[in-house]
C-alpha cells in the first residue's frame, strides 16, 4: 500500500498540549464571566437539519454552510426520481435535498433557537445559557479566518429589556480585560436605525442589500461601498442621501443628534435611536475596566435574523478582524413554530482571540505548564519510594508526574524542560535513606533538601 502524505484539510489545525493550554485559558476565562452574570451552560451537536439552518444567514451565508451526504446509495433516489419525472434536473438546487439532509453548524445561535423551541416546557424564561462548541464555514482560509473555529456564545430569550444589551458589553469589557486586551472598541449600531436609512430613500424592500453592502465599508472603501449599491439598483440619488449617515462622526451623543434629524420621518429609524441612547444611558452609568463604545453605523452585521442592537468587537493593538459581535433577534424562534419570543445575544470568536493573545505575548506563564513536578528516580526502589508523594501531591492538587525509572537522569531533566516543567525531585538511595529530597527549580537551577511534607506544602502555598 503506497503511503499517505499526513494533512488536514484547508482551513483546520491541529492542537498541541501547549496551545490547548492556552485555549481552554480562553475558555475558563470567558466562562466564569458568563457564569457570573447568571448564563448556563447547553451543548447542542455537531449537525443539524438542513432544513434548521439554510435561510437563517441570507444568501452569502448559505453558502458557506458544509453539507453532509446521506449515507448509503443516496445517487439511487435522484435516479429513481428522474424516472418518475422526466422534467426532473440534475442540477444542483434539485439534487441538494435528496442527497443531503443534514449540515455542519453555521453558529450557535440558530441551534440554541432551535433547542429553545424543542424544550420551551423546561425552560424557565428569562433563559440564559451560554455555548462554547467548534462551528464550519465552506470559507477562504486566511490569517484569522478559518473553516473550522471555536465560537463563545451567551444569549439570553425571553426578554426585551435593553439591560440585557448592557449587560453584554459589560461582560465584553470584563472578559476581554481579564484576558489582558487593553485597547479595544465595542462597536453598537441598531438594525433599525438601518432600516430607517431605507425608508428615508423609498428602499424599505431593500434592506438587505442595503446592509451587506455598507456592513463592507471597512474592505471596501467608500467607492466599494457605492459601486455595490449601484449594482443593487440603488440610485445616484439614494446614494447621495445615504453618504451624510454613512460618514457620521462626532460623539456618540453628536452622532445620536444628527441620526434623529436625519431620520425624523421615519418612526423605526428614532425606535433604533431611542434604543441605543437606553442601552448607552445604562453603560453611563456603569464603569468599564477598559472598553471604548462607539456608535457605528456602518456596522450592519449581514446576517438576516438580527432585528435591533447590534455588536461588533474590535481590537486596536493588532491587525485583525472582529473578535466578536452579536445583536437582538426578535423572530428568530418564530422561523421554528414559537412566536412572539424575543432574544439576544453574543459570541467571542475565540480563535482570532488566541492570535490577538499569541501576537501580544498575554499568555501567562503558567498557562504553558500542564505539570508542576516531576519526580526522577535512579531506579525501582526509587519508584517504590516516590509513589506515596505523588499520590499526595496529586490529592493536594498539584499537577505532578513521575518519570519510570531506567532512563538517565539528563534525559528526565531534559523532558521536563521540554514540558516546562517548573521543579523537578531526584530521588535516589541517599534520598530515601535519608528521607531527605533534592527538589530543583529548573527556571533558576537551585537545589533544596527538603523533606516530602516541606515540599508539597510549600507547592500547595506557592503560586507559579
Known amino acids: 500500500m503506497a503511503s499517505i502524505k499526513p494533512s488536514v484539510p484547508k482551513g483546520t489545525r491541529d492542537f498541541s498540549p501547549t496551545e490547548m493550554v492556552r485555549r481552554n485559558f480562553i475558555f475558563d476565562t470567558i466562562k466564569s464571566v458568563f457564569r457570573k452574570y447568571g448564563y448556563q451552560q447547553i451543548e447542542t451537536p455537531t449537525m443539524e437539519n438542513s432544513s434548521t439552518l439554510m435561510g437563517k444567514y441570507g444568501d452569502e451565508g448559505d453558502k458557506l454552510i458544509f453539507k453532509i451526504l446521506n449515507s448509503g446509495d443516496f445517487w439511487s433516489d435522484a435516479e429513481s426520481r428522474k424516472q418518475k419525472d422526466e422534467s426532473f434536473e440534475y442540477s444542483s438546487k434539485r439534487l441538494l435535498p435528496i442527497i443531503s439532509e443534514k449540515a455542519l453548524r453555521y453558529d450557535l ?20 445559557r451560554f455555548q462554547v462548541q467548534p462551528v464550519w464555514r465552506a470559507d477562504r482560509p486566511q490569517k484569522g479566518r478559518y473553516r ?23 461582560i465584553y469589557d470584563e472578559a476581554l480585560s481579564k484576558l489582558g486586551l487593553k485597547d479595544f472598541t465595542i462597536k453598537i449600531n441598531n438594525r433599525k436605525i438601518l432600516s430607517g436609512i431605507a425608508e428615508i430613500i423609498d428602499k424599505a424592500d431593500n434592506i438587505i442589500d442595503l446592509t451587506v453592502a455598507i456592513d463592507k465599508l471597512d474592505k471596501i472603501g467608500l467607492d466599494g461601498v457605492i459601486k455595490e449599491l449601484m449594482d443593487r439598483g440603488f440610485t445616484a440619488d439614494d446614494i447621495e442621501k445615504i ?13 445620536l443628534e444628527s441620526l434623529r434629524l436625519a431620520l425624523i420621518n421615519s418612526d423605526t429609524g428614532l425606535k433604533g435611536c431611542e434604543e441605543i441612547e437606553t442601552v ?27 432585528t435591533g442592537a447590534i455588536f461588533e468587537v474590535k481590537t486596536n493593538e493588532v ?82 508526574e513521575l518519570y519510570p525509572a531506567g532512563v538517565k537522569l539528563k534525559k528526565q531533566l531534559d523532558y521536563a ?48
Request: some cysteine; hydrophobic content about 40%.
Open 319 to 400: 491587525a485583525m478582524g472582529s473578535i466578536g459581535g452579536g445583536g437582538r433577534y426578535d423572530d428568530l424562534t418564530g422561523m421554528f413554530g414559537l412566536k412572539g419570543l424575543t432574544g439576544v445575544g453574543i459570541s467571542f470568536g475565540a480563535d482570532r482571540i488566541y492570535d490577538v493573545m499569541e501576537e501580544l505575548k498575554l499568555f501567562p506563564v503558567a498557562s504553558s505548564q500542564s505539570t508542576r513536578l516531576l519526580i526522577c528516580c535512579f531506579d525501582k526502589e526509587g519508584e517504590k519510594f516516590a509513589l506515596p508523594m505523588l499520590q499526595e501531591l496529586r490529592r493536594q492538587d498539584i499537577n505532578a
Open 280 to 306: 448607552l444611558n445604562y453603560i453611563a452609568n456603569c464603569k468599564l475596566q477598559t472598553a471604548k463604545v462607539e456608535l457605528d453605523i456602518t456596522l450592519a452585521r449581514g446576517l438576516n435574523y438580527y
Open 109 to 128: 445561535t440558530v441551534p440554541f433557537a432551535r433547542y429553545v423551541v424543542q424544550h420551551q416546557n423546561e425552560i424557565t424564561f428569562p433563559f440564559k
Open 148 to 170: 473550522e473555529f471555536y465560537q463563545c456564545d451567551a444569549d439570553v430569550v425571553g426578554s426585551d429589556s435593553l439591560l440585557n444589551e448592557a449587560e453584554f458589553i459589560m
Open 417 to 464: 524542560n521540554s514540558k516546562n516543567i517548573p521543579y523537578t525531585i531526584i530521588i535516589g538511595s541517599d534520598e530515601i535513606e535519608s528521607g531527605l529530597l533534592t527538589i530543583k527549580n529548573m527556571g533558576t537551577g537551585v537545589q533544596e533538601k527538603r523533606t516530602a511534607e516541606q515540599i508539597i506544602s510549600t507547592l500547595v502555598n506557592k503560586a507559579d
Open 243 to 255: 453618504k451624510p449617515v454613512i460618514l457620521l462622526e462626532g460623539s456618540n451623543a453628536e452622532k
